[in-house]
C-alpha cells in the first residue's frame, strides 16, 4: 500500500537511493502499460474469452481489471503475468465513477463499451497531471459514428441508437482518440477511416488484437487507419502485449545517465530508433539485437537537443528521463515540449540535487553540471518518477522519493529491477 491513514498519522512509502552507482547487468521488460490498458478494455468488444500473456504487474492493470469485473467480465489470473477474460455476459455499461477516475485510460472502456452496447458511462479520466488533458477528439470521432456525447457533472454519458462507420480527420495526432475511436468503430456498420492518426506501437498492437479477435482493420502504424465494421465478434483467443517501449527507453537512459553498461532484453529495438540515434549523438554506444539493445556509456553525456513528438518522434514519456542525462550532461542543451504543457514539474525536484534547469514552460534549458547530490524528492508525475529514480543512483549520497504511487501505476517491480543491475535502492514505510 502506498499510501494509508493510520490514527491521524499518515504512512507514506519511500524509496531510498543510495547513489554514486553505475548500472550494469541485464533486464527485462515487461509488457507496454499503454499497450494493457487499451487491450482490456478491447476486450469487452468480445463475446468469447480472451487470454493475454505478458501483462505488467502494475496498480493501473489491477484497478482496470476491478472495473471489467464490476461490468461482468470474469476474470482469473493463472500467472503473475497472464490473464483470463471472459466477456461472454456483460451485466452493465456504466463504470463505477470513482474507479475509472484513478487513471487516464480508462476513456477506452468509452469506445468499448459504446461498441457492444451503444451505451457506455465513466467517470472524467485522472492520470498524470501533465497540463490540460482534452478528450474533443475521441468525442468528435464517436460523434461521426452517430453517437450522442454529453461530459456533465463528472462523467461522461456516450449513446447511440446505431453506430455507422464515417471518416473522422483528427484535428491533432492522438494516441488516445486514434484507439478509442478503433475501439467504438470495430462494430459499427460500414468503413470508418481515421485520418492523421497517431502510428505508436501500442496503436498497432491494438489493431493486431482486435483483428486477432476477428475486427477488420488496416493501416495501423500509418497515418490513415481503415476499420471496416464487422457483425460480431466472438473468438477465444490468446494474445501477448508488446514490450514496454517506454520502459526499455527508461533503463537505456538510466545505462547514459549513471555511465553503465545494460542490456535491455524483450524488446523491440526498432520502437526505439529515434532514441538510440540521441544517445549516439551525446556519446553512448548502442548495439542493437534482434530482440535486445546493449547500451554503455564512458563519460558524461555530450549536450544535445530534444523536440518530444507523436511516433515515431522522440517520446514525450521519455523526456524527464533524458533531461536527467542532460542535466549532467558536457555542455547546455534544450528540450522543447510539444505535447504537454506541464511536463517540466521535475526539473524543480531535479534542482534540488543540484542540477541547473531553468523551466520556461514549453522548453527548458539545461546546463550540465558535473553531479548530482542526494536529496528528499517527488515524484510529480509517472515518467517523472523514474526519471528521479535515475538521478538518485547517479547523485552523490543519499535520495528519498516520496509520491510513489504515480511510479507504482506504471512500472512492473521498478526498484527490484534497479537493484538487480546494481542500484542500491530499498522502499520503506514512513510516518509523514
Ligand atoms: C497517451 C499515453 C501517454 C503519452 C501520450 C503521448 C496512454 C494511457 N497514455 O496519452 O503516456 O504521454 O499518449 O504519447 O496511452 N489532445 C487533444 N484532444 C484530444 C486528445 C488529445 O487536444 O481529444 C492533445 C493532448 O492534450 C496532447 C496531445 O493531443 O497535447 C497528445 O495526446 P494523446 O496522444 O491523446 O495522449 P494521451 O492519450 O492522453
Same mark, same amino acid.
Given at each position: 500500500m502506498e499510501f494509508c491513514k493510520f490514527m491521524g498519522v499518515i504512512i507514506l512509502d519511500k524509496l531510498v537511493i543510495k547513489g554514486g552507482t553505475r548500472l550494469k547487468g541485464e533486464v527485462s521488460i515487461s509488457g507496454a502499460k499503454n499497450a494493457v490498458l487499451a487491450l482490456l478494455p478491447a476486450t469487452l468488444l468480445n463475446e468469447g474469452v480472451c487470454t493475454i500473456n505478458n501483462i505488467p504487474n502494475i496498480s493501473d492493470v489491477k484497478i482496470l481489471c476491478?472495473?471489467?469485473?464490476?461490468?461482468?467480465?470474469v476474470i482469473t489470473w493463472p500467472t503473475p503475468n497472464e490473464i483470463t477474460i471472459d466477456t461472454r455476459h456483460l451485466i452493465s455499461h456504466e463504470a463505477p465513477l470513482e474507479m475509472t477516475s484513478k487513471f487516464r485510460a480508462s476513456y477506452?472502456?468509452?469506445?468499448?463499451?459504446?461498441?457492444?452496447?451503444? @451505451?457506455a458511462t465513466i467517470g472524467l479520466p485522472g492520470g498524470c497531471n501533465l497540463g490540460p488533458r482534452p478528450i474533443d477528439q475521441h468525442i468528435k470521432g464517436f460523434e461521426a459514428l452517430g453517437a450522442k456525447v454529453e461530459v456533465t457533472q463528472g462523467k461522461i454519458v456516450a449513446k447511440a441508437k446505431k453506430l455507422i462507420g464515417n471518416p473522422v480527420y483528427l484535428d491533432i495526432v492522438s494516441v488516445g482518440a486514434t484507439i478509442n475511436i478503433m475501439l467504438a468503430s470495430v462494430l459499427a456498420e460500414g468503413t470508418t477511416v481515421i485520418d492523421n492518426a497517431a502510428k505508436e506501437p501500442h496503436v498497432v498492437d491494438v489493431a493486431n488484437f482486435l483483428n486477432t479477435m476477428g475486427a477488420d482493420i488496416r493501416g495501423a502504424g500509418t497515418d490513415i487507419i481503415k476499420i471496416n465494421g464487422v457483425k460480431k465478434l466472438q473468438s477465444n483467443v490468446t494474445y501477448s502485449v508488446v514490450p514496454d517501449q517506454i520502459e526499455a527507453g527508461t533503463f537505456m537512459l538510466a545505462a547514459v @545517465?549513471?555511465?553503465g553498461d545494460l542490456v535491455i532484453k524483450n524488446?523491440?529495438?526498432e520502437h526505439l530508433?529515434?532514441?538510440t540515434a540521441k544517445i549516439i549523438e551525446m556519446g553512448g554506444n548502442?548495439?542493437?539485437e534482434d530482440d535486445s539493445i546493449h547500451v554503455w556509456m564512458k563519460d558524461r553525456p555530450n549536450k544535445a537537443i530534444i523536440k518530444t513528438q507523436p511516433y515515431p518522434g522522440f517520446p514525450t514519456d521519455l523526456q524527464p528521463q533524458i533531461g536527467v542525462c542532460l542535466a549532467i550532461s558536457n555542455g547546455t542543451s534544450i528540450i522543447n515540449e510539444s505535447i504537454f504543457e506541464s511536463r517540466f514539474q521535475y526539473t524543480a525536484e531535479l534542482n534540488k540535487m543540484g542540477a541547473k534547469i531553468i523551466d520556461q514552460g514549453k522548453s527548458a534549458i539545461f546546463e550540465g553540471v558535473k553531479e548530482l547530490y542526494g536529496s528528499s524528492v517527488e515524484a510529480t508525475d509517472l515518467r517523472a518518477g523514474a526519471a528521479l529514480i535515475i538521478a538518485g543512483i547517479v547523485a552523490n549520497g543519499e535520495t528519498k522519493l516520496s509520491n510513489l504511487n504515480h511510479i507504482d501505476r506504471g512500472y512492473e517491480n521498478i526498484e527490484e529491477k534497479f537493484r538487480k543491475i546494481g542500484a542500491n535502492i530499498v522502499r520503506i514505510t514512513e510516518e509523514d
Open positions: 476491478s472495473i471489467l469485473q464490476e461490468l461482468g467480465a477506452y472502456l468509452l469506445g468499448s463499451l459504446l461498441g457492444r452496447c451503444h @451505451a @545517465a549513471t555511465r524488446c523491440i529495438p530508433d529515434c532514441l548502442v548495439e542493437i
